[in-house]
C-alpha cells in the first residue's frame, strides 16, 4: 500500500528554517514525480514545489522562489523540502504528494497520492 508520511514541520521565528521529509513506502519513488503543497485555514491548498522522476526539472512557486529548496533521495525513498528565511504567511499544513509518470515532466505538480500533512507556524 502506498503511504506518504512527512515531518520536521514546527512552530520557528520568521526567517529562521525547517526542513520538512517525506517518506514514502509500498512503493518505489525512483517512478514517482514527487511534490509539496500547503494548506492555510480558510484558503485552498496550492503548489509548493515538485521534482521530475531524477530529479531533472524543479517548480517552485512564486512566493517560495529563492527560499525553498526541493530534493529526492531515490536511494533513500524520500523527497526533502529546505524551507529558508520563513515568513508568518507560509504558516500552513504542508503536504507531500506523489504520481506516477512515465513521461519526464514537472508541472503540474503531481497529485495522486497524498500524505497526511505537517503543521509548519511561523510566528514571533
Known amino acids: 500500500q502506498l503511504q506518504l508520511v512527512e515531518s520536521g514541520g514546527g512552530l520557528v521565528q520568521p526567517g529562521n528554517s525547517l526542513r520538512l521529509s517525506c517518506e514514502a513506502s509500498g512503493f518505489t519513488l525512483e517512478h514517482y514525480a514527487m511534490g509539496w503543497f500547503r494548506q492555510a485555514p480558510g484558503k485552498e491548498r496550492e503548489s509548493v514545489s515538485c521534482i521530475s522522476l531524477r530529479g531533472g526539472g524543479t517548480y517552485y512557486a512564486d512566493f517560495v522562489k529563492g527560499r525553498f529548496t526541493i530534493s529526492r533521495d531515490d536511494a533513500k525513498n524520500a523527497v526533502y523540502l529546505q524551507m529558508d528565511d520563513l515568513l508568518p504567511e507560509d504558516t500552513a499544513v504542508y503536504y507531500c504528494?506523489?504520481?506516477?509518470?512515465?513521461?519526464?515532466?514537472?508541472?503540474?505538480?503531481?497529485?495522486?497520492?497524498w500524505g497526511q500533512g505537517t503543521q509548519v507556524t511561523v510566528s514571533s
Open positions: 504528494a506523489a504520481e506516477r509518470r512515465s513521461i519526464n515532466y514537472v508541472f503540474p505538480c503531481p497529485n495522486d497520492n
